[in-house]
Antibody, heavy 121, light 106 residues
Framework: EVQLVESGGGLVQPGGSLRLSCAASGFTFSSYTMDWVRQAPGKGLEWVSYITSTSSTIRYADSVKGRFTISRDNAKNSLYLQMNSLRAEDTAVYYC??????????????WGQGTLVTVSS | IQMTQSPSSLSASVGDRVTITCRASQTINSFLNWYQQKPGEAPNLLIYAVSNLQSGVPSKFSGSGSGTNFTLTIGSLQPEDYATYYCQQSYSSPWTFGQGTKVEIK
């Protein structure tokens, strides 16, 4: 069964740091681009970052650029998101998702269950 | 690329046919996906590349469109279909989502 399991969320003060992890199983993790997508409470979905299979290409949303760092360890089938200089507006459920593809077409599937990050004093 | 869904919410009865519209701020060809999200759950892929049903998704869901205008149709609404639906473009980074359409029980 293809599965993604996030961990590392919690309560952090503004300006603080947190590292999220996503453990992948049931597929060849090293072959796929992986993404982080977040959802603020009661709000819609916002793409955060992606990293290609060999980490050769990394992209960030403008809202997190310079503060968040995505990385992966293919030997451990794991994806990470290092979040620094956290702000109240970063409060959200963070999902990891596999960037699946068929030809030129791409989509997020599957998604993890999400981990909640709360930035508050 | 901005994605705009309409309506933002709708109320419908069991058995109703429901249509949700998604408009892109520029052409995205057929790089359009749809997701369903139930309360407290992660999003789930319904349709990719405009009209292709993900494995396991019932055929009452269908998608159409091209360029900038797209639709998701639920053929006969059932209790398990009450959820929020999101469109998403995969034409160019940053990948963007519509604001969501919440389908509620009438």
């Amino acid at each position: 069964e293809v599965q993604l399991v996030e961990s590392g969320g919690g309560l952090v003060q503004p300006g603080g740091s947190l590292r999220l992890s996503c453990a992948a199983s049931g597929f060849t993790f090293s072959s796929y681009t992986m993404d982080w997508v977040r959802q603020a409470p009661g709000k819609g979905l916002e793409w955060v970052s992606y990293i290609t299979s060999t980490s050769s290409t990394i992209r960030y949303a403008d809202s997190v650029k310079g503060r968040f760092t995505i990385s992966r360890d293919n030997a451990k089938n794991s994806l990470y998101l290092q979040m620094n200089s956290l702000r109240a507006e970063d409060t959200a459920v963070y999902y990891c998702a596999r960037w699946s593809a068929y030809g030129d077409y791409r989509w997020f599937d599957p998604w993890g269950q999400g981990t909640l990050v709360t930035v508050s004093s | 690329i901005q994605m705009t869904q309409s309506p933002s919410s709708l109320s419908a009865s069991v058995g109703d046919r429901v249509t949700i519209t998604c408009r892109a701020s520029q052409t995205i060809n057929s790089f359009l996906n749809w997701y369903q999200q139930k309360p407290g759950e992660a999003p789930n892929l319904l349709i990719y590349a405009v009209s292709n049903l993900q494995s396991g998704v019932p055929s009452k869901f269908s998608g159409s469109g091209s360029g900038t205008n797209f639709t998701l149709t639920i053929g006969s609404l059932q209790p398990e279909d009450y959820a929020t639906y999101y469109c998403q473009q995969s034409y160019s980074s940053p990948w963007t989502f519509g604001q969501g359409t919440k389908v509620e029980i009438k």
